[in-house]
């Protein structure tokens, strides 16, 4: 099992602007799917844009012990020989996902269907994340699974289960829950429907019609019918609005800064972000929008902007749920309060999201106080001073985007899992202007 090294740290000097074109890498979330679908189709998948994190190798790996044969990933290139639906082989150990609530919650519903018996386990954080959230409605579809007392991994199935189909009203927006569904839901008897309370992400449903299997959606409600089969495509994976996020609010918050963000994934499902910085204030252009792969894709231009605070619109949350550790660096440097409310969610991240963001700006000498379900912020002056992430991936690259506006240095703590979603990040970010190092 992979140790993490929680001795990484990141030292950022204070000041400077971000300029320059820049490509971040492929997008997580989509990188998932590619794996597992093209796994479970019927011929050669060939991926292009793969983001080579260590979540997504993760997933990787699971199918590799699950028999599927996959080349790569050789810069973002995959070649993968599906084995269809009913090909994977029992794996000769526990799956072990590390760091990636993805990877599991997503693998629980499509393994649920499956012959064999299967163990998932992960790192410290994933181990105290909630599963129940997929395991009570895959029990109702009758599969057989159990979890830690607490409903947290690792998650245990029992293979053989014949499954039938549900209509479940998710009693939270999840895109994990929702695609944990729908690929269990590829295995079930009947037709499997999901109403969404908002929408949420809809990469599964997008990529399961280009593999040609049809996605019912009426209104909030998406549905599969089992028993059909996925035929094999090829995939060209966008860069992640998510990574590029850290890049657009260093950008805002950093006077002087101007940067081309390449081919950013702009699924309307993802774009919150760019609709609460230009709410803020933030001077963001869109250019080049074109479509690729079943996903529409711009490049995006982000120059230095006075930022002003705001209440952040709940419908906006979900579509911007992962940006939130960033965004809220730009209310902290925002002029007045911001105000962001319907977030309960982000406690139940790599890290309790809204209380680390919270002590972290307070060391920095801003005024955070965290709520149940968000955060009220009055934007001030960045001092410097030492941070935790608490292995949180986002909680890291926010906070070195912060020292952009600080008047010292910010060093930041335990930053290894930056490689879960954005390796290369440092490089990639000292190239842009961010005087940061790793060490
Ligand atoms: O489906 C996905 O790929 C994801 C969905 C979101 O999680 P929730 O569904 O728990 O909101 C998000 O936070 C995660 O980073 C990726
Ligand atoms: C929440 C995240 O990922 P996951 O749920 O896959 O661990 C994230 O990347 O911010």
Not at 96 to 107: D, I, P, V, W
Not at 331 to 342: N, V
Request: aromatic residues 4%; negative net charge.
């Amino acid at each position: 099992m992979p140790t993490t090294n929680n001795k990484v740290e990141f030292l950022v000097k204070p000041g400077g602007c971000l300029s320059g074109r820049i490509r971040v890498p492929g997008d997580k979330s989509i990188s998932h799917r590619s794996v597992m679908l093209g796994s479970l189709a019927e011929g050669i998948t060939e991926v292009s844009g793969f983001l080579e994190g260590e979540d997504n190798l993760a997933t990787l790996d699971a199918f590799r012990q699950m028999g599927v044969h996959i080349e790569g990933p050789e810069k973002g290139r995959l070649r993968i020989e599906g084995v269809g639906l009913h090909g994977l082989k029992p794996p000769g150990k526990p799956l072990y996902l590390g760091n990636s609530g993805t990877s599991m919650r997503l693998l629980t519903g499509l393994l649920a269907g499956q012959s064999f018996d299967v163990e998932m386990g992960g790192d410290v954080s994933l181990s105290k994340r909630p599963m129940r959230r997929v395991t009570d409605p895959l029990k109702t579809m009758g599969a057989q699974l159990e979890t830690a007392p607490g409903g947290t991994p690792p998650i245990r199935i029992r293979g053989g289960a014949a499954l039938k189909a549900i209509h479940y009203d998710l009693p939270v927006a999840s895109a994990q829950v929702k695609s944990c569904l729908l690929l269990a839901g590829l295995y079930a008897d009947g037709r499997t429907c999901i109403t969404e309370p908002a929408p949420t992400r809809d990469h599964t449903e997008r990529m399961l019609a280009g593999f040609g299997y049809p996605v019912g959606r009426t209104g909030s409600t998406v549905c599969v019918e089992g028993g059909g089969h996925l035929t094999a495509s090829s995939i060209e994976v966008p860069a992640d609005i998510s990574s590029a996020t850290f890049f657009m609010v260093g950008a805002a918050i950093a006077e002087g800064s101007d940067v081309l963000l390449e081919h950013v994934g702009i699924n309307p499902t993802r774009i919150g972000v760019i609709n609460i910085l230009r709410l803020m204030g933030a001077e963001l252009e869109l250019g080049n929008e074109r479509e690729v792969g079943g996903e529409p894709v711009a490049d995006i231009r982000v120059r230095g902007s006075r930022l002003k605070g705001i209440c952040i619109p709940e419908e906006q949350v979900p579509l911007a749920i992962d940006e939130f550790p960033a965004l809220f660096v730009a209310a902290a440097c925002a002029e007045g309060e911001t105000r962001l409310t319907g977030a309960r969610e982000l406690r139940v991240k790599e890290s309790d999201r809204i209380q680390v963001m919270a002590d972290g700006l307070n060391i920095l000498g801003i005024d955070a106080c965290p709520t149940e379900d968000g955060m009220v912020i009055q934007g001030g002056t960045l001092g410097g001073g030492m941070v935790e992430s608490h292995g949180d991936h986002r909680i890291a690259m926010a906070f070195a985007m912060a020292a952009l506006r600080a008047n010292d240095n910010i060093r930041i703590l335990d930053c290894a899992n930056v490689n879960t979603s954005f390796p290369g990040f440092v490089g990639l970010a000292a190239e842009a202007g961010l005087s940061v190092t790793e060490g």
